[in-house]
């Protein structure tokens, strides 16, 4: 076991991806920037569910609505290339079904989840073993699942689909999402425990 | 220090983010977080890469994502101690209490099955919040627009089925 933990150090360094300094940089920043805006909280997720809280939808739209330009025009200059996933009707209708049934109940997603755990929520932890046996699951009946899934349709983007006004749409896009960030009302259920330990 | 950052610096941090790891001088790749767990199970339960085709597929993301989630978790841990002052061991949350029940059983059974399911769901549609919201979206992807849509409108019914409507009283 040992040796495959290391390997994924390997792994990573001989990937074209970033070296494992830079790559496990950019999970330190991910890890400042979902505990510093609370994000990974269970009130702020599973509240995002009850609509008693709208901090995540908010931060969500607008990050997508800015990196959407931005990532646009990076790709022309030729500083980075798009890479999107498959449309699978079955994985995705059905798979996202059971995920946000699962994201609501459990108040985490797959990246908030560890952040959690770093800040003490013994609950997580549980959740954390059941999602280890989901991945075993999964590895395990991949066939299985494979035919839910269903065949890939292609990997269409708004860029590719309205080709000769990619620039016009990815703007609409992008800035139809920070709108709507701004417009979702901002609602917050704050959690009493966390206050409290400020206070004292 | 601030305490916490308003959703907007959370916000337009993440897309700066995202673009670096996108971008050629960072990682030249979406970000991703739920890739990790099948490899991780992989490592966990000593699966031959050989005899489970899925193991092989995720060989790649799933170091970088392994790697990622290290730092992840170092961040995380030193901002909650020191920042948001918000480490402690816990077992309930809060608003668990305030709009469930007051069951520690409860709540540890249900996280089992969520993190279960959460990762059968990620790994069925092919990404999770990250790979999807953020780094799919992002790409202006129908793939994500699709899963994006389907999970906003599964988590507010959830929500509203199975957690009760006012606070409950202690």
């Given at each position: 076991m040992i040796d495959r933990i290391l390997g994924m150090f390997t792994t990573v360094s001989q990937?074209?991806?970033?070296s494992v300094w830079i790559v496990f940089l950019i999970g330190v920043a991910f890890g400042v920037i979902v505990q510093y805006s609370r994000v990974d909280k269970f009130e702020k997720i599973a509240g995002f569910a009850m609509l008693r809280d709208t901090v995540v939808p908010k931060m969500l739209f607008l990050a997508i609505g800015i990196a959407s330009i931005a990532l646009y025009f990076m790709v022309e200059a030729g500083y980075a290339s798009f890479h999107p996933k498959p449309v699978m009707l079955g994985g995705l209708i059905i798979g996202g079904i059971i995920f946000g049934a699962a994201m609501a109940i459990f108040g985490k997603c797959p990246g908030t989840g560890p952040i959690s755990i770093a800040e003490g929520r013994i609950d997580v932890m549980v959740g954390a073993v059941g999602g280890i046996f989901g991945g075993l699951v999964f590895t395990v009946y991949f066939d299985t699942f494979k035919k839910i899934i269903g065949e890939s349709l292609g990997k269409p983007t708004l860029v590719s689909l309205f080709q000769g006004h990619e620039t016009l749409v990815v703007l609409i896009f992008g800035i139809g999402l920070i709108i709507i960030s701004i417009m979702i009302p901002l609602r917050e259920e704050l959690d009493n425990e966390d206050l409290k330990q400020l206070e004292s | 220090m601030p305490r916490r950052i308003s959703w907007w610096v959370g916000g337009i941090l993440m897309a700066l983010l995202l673009l670096f790891t996108f971008s050629t001088l960072g990682a030249g790749r979406p970000f991703g977080a739920s890739t990790y767990v099948p490899y991780f199970a992989g490592i966990l339960f000593d699966l031959d890469p050989q005899k489970y085709p899925y193991l092989q597929e995720v060989h790649n993301a799933g170091a970088w994502e392994g790697v990622m989630l290290l730092g992840a978790l170092v961040g995380g841990f030193f901002t909650s101690v020191?920042?948001?002052?918000?480490?402690r061991f816990s077992i309930m949350p809060t608003g668990w209490k305030k709009?469930?029940?007051?069951?520690v059983m409860s709540r540890l059974v249900w996280s089992f099955i969520s993190g279960f399911l959460l990762i059968i769901g990620a790994r069925m549609a092919g990404?999770?919040?990250?790979?999807?919201?953020l780094s799919g979206m992002g790409q202006t992807a129908i793939s994500s627009m699709i899963f994006g849509g389907v999970v906003l409108i599964t988590l507010v019914v959830t929500g509203k089925l199975f957690y009760s409507k006012e606070a409950l009283d202690d």
């Open positions: 990937e074209p991806h970033g | 020191f920042i948001t002052k918000s480490f709009y469930k029940n007051n069951s990404g999770c919040t990250s790979g999807h919201f």
